[in-house]
């Protein structure tokens, strides 16, 4: 009985620090798209692109963004180092922002259909984790 009353009370606990790693990378998702990108940018020249293949990589973004103008591509990743499924282009150019959202928001690349938007600077959030 003590047994199953401690193995139970250990996977509460881990399924609590699960919860607890969600929550702070979410806080340091949103802190991380205010500060990655230089501050002389216009907000409308910074790309959210969702929906990105886990085997995706810095330079296969950089390739496929590469038509439209210099960009220069953040490509999350977890506390295990894995691609989190979403990437941020900022490009030198807001009308090269633009014809890359109008081209590539619904392209399949590497079997996953992209989602691509203007970044939303976002207002925090995440259980009141700050890095400030």
């Known amino acids: ?3 199953q009353l401690a193995s ?3 996977t509460v606990f881990r399924s609590f620090l699960s919860q607890q ?3 702070i990378a979410a806080a340091a998702t949103t802190q ?3 500060r990655a990108f230089s501050t002389t940018q216009s907000l409308e020249s910074v790309l959210y692109i969702g929906n990105v293949s886990w085997s995706a990589t810095e330079q296969d973004l950089s390739e496929l963004t590469s038509k439209y103008g210099e960009a220069t591509i953040r490509l999350p990743r977890d506390q295990m180092g894995r691609v989190r499924g979403f990437a941020f282009a900022e490009f ?3 009308d090269a922002a633009q ?3 109008a081209d590539l928001d619904g392209t399949n690349f590497l079997g996953r ?3 691509v938007s203007i970044a939303q ?3 925090g959030g995440g259980g009141g984790f700050s890095t400030s």
């Open 1 to 3: 009985m003590l047994k």
């Open 8 to 10: 139970t009370k250990n």
């Open 21 to 23: 790693n969600s929550l």
């Open 32 to 34: 991380f798209t205010k």
């Open 92 to 94: 030198a150019e807001d």
């Open 99 to 101: 014809k890359a959202i």
């Open 113 to 115: 259909d992209l989602k």
């Open 121 to 123: 600077g976002g207002t």
